[in-house]
């Protein structure tokens, strides 16, 4: 079946300062190439310095004059995310754009972080929950737009409250849903705190639908070794034109979350194909479980404990 190419223009980015986590390869590499090619400057931070170092040749190869660079990050470790906040906030610079991209998705068998987390949680939620504490008054200075994207997968299911990691009994799709639920959450929590504290920060939330990214592909440090079967049947429909996306097709909801100057806050984008599972990027209903206000308040109060990140300074 013959693929419609799908696209997006970017606006203008020159002199707007993007932080993009999960950019050394894969969509987040390919969203990082657009964003510099729309003038940005460009922060990756990664948690592998040759693989960080590797997507910085590509993208000053693609654009000549591209100014990008990477920093360290293991969104698995909340001591590597307060120390990157250290670092940035040492430097300075305001922060235009925030699009947390990273994330893990299931693990050959339930893995905790640094901290204790279920992995999934602690990376996907967690992890960005604290960076944007830490990123804070740098987002405030630029009067950010934070991008967070959530996924297809967070049409169903529920934050299981008294068991947020897993311990008593563990499915891996269901702590891969609740991570992005709590993730999506957080999202549009910060969109009403911003509004409720004057911070002058926008948020949204975007997802890519189904396409052959890297998320289920080999993750040695996850003690995953090969593809997964469900990768290689997405790679198969994608290549079809069936159903999937592609991997540039995917970054396209969180590239215009992130930048469209038409882009609204506390709003979801993704593909709007036959059961947003791929298409053109757009507005779209949010999924039932991120419609509670009392428990986006409750996740974020509950991981700002967890997480111990520093936002309450600021309210």
Do not use: C
Not at 57 to 85: E, W
Not at 173 to 182: E, G, V
Not at 288 to 302: G, K, N, Y
Request: hydrophobic content about 40%; cysteine-free.
């Amino acid at each position: 079946m013959a693929r419609t190419k799908i696209d997006f223009n970017l606006p203008d980015l020159t002199g707007r300062r993007v932080v993009i986590t999960g950019a050394s390869d894969g969509m987040g590499l390919v969203m990082a190439d657009r964003l510099a090619a729309a003038g940005a400057e460009l922060i990756l931070p990664v948690r592998n310095p040759a693989k960080g170092d590797q997507a910085v040749t590509r993208i000053r190869r693609n654009h000549r004059g591209a100014k990008v660079s990477t920093r360290t990050l293991d969104l698995s470790s909340l001591a590597s995310v307060a120390a990157l906040g250290d670092t940035l906030r040492a430097e300075g610079n305001p922060i235009h754009l925030l699009i947390n991209n990273a994330g893990v998705m299931q693990p050959p068998s339930r893995q905790t972080t640094a901290d204790g987390f279920e992995v999934q949680f602690g990376t996907n939620h967690l992890g960005h929950f604290a960076l944007v504490g830490h990123l804070l008054p740098l987002l405030r200075t630029g009067r950010a737009r934070v991008t967070s994207q959530i996924s297809i997968a967070a049409r169903s299911g529920k934050i299981n409250w008294e068991d947020l990691n897993g311990e008593r009994s563990y499915n891996v799709m269901r702590a891969y849903s609740q991570s992005k639920i709590a993730f999506g959450l957080f999202g549009l929590e910060l969109q009403r705190r911003s509004e409720a504290h004057g911070w002058g920060i926008t948020s949204n939330l975007a997802h890519p639908g189904v396409a052959p990214t890297n998320l289920l592909g080999a993750r040695p440090e996850m003690g995953r070794n090969r593809t997964t079967p469900q990768l290689r049947l997405i790679q198969a429909l994608s290549s079809r034109g069936i159903l999937a996306g592609t991997v540039e097709s995917a970054g396209l909801p969180a590239l215009m979350a992130a930048t469209d100057p038409a882009a609204k806050p506390g709003v979801l984008y993704g593909p709007s194909g036959l059961g947003n599972l791929a298409g053109r990027p757009a507005e779209q209903r949010l999924y039932p479980p991120l419609r509670s206000t009392e428990d986006a308040a409750r996740i974020w109060e509950v991981s700002e404990r967890l997480a111990r990140a520093p936002f309450a300074a600021a309210a």
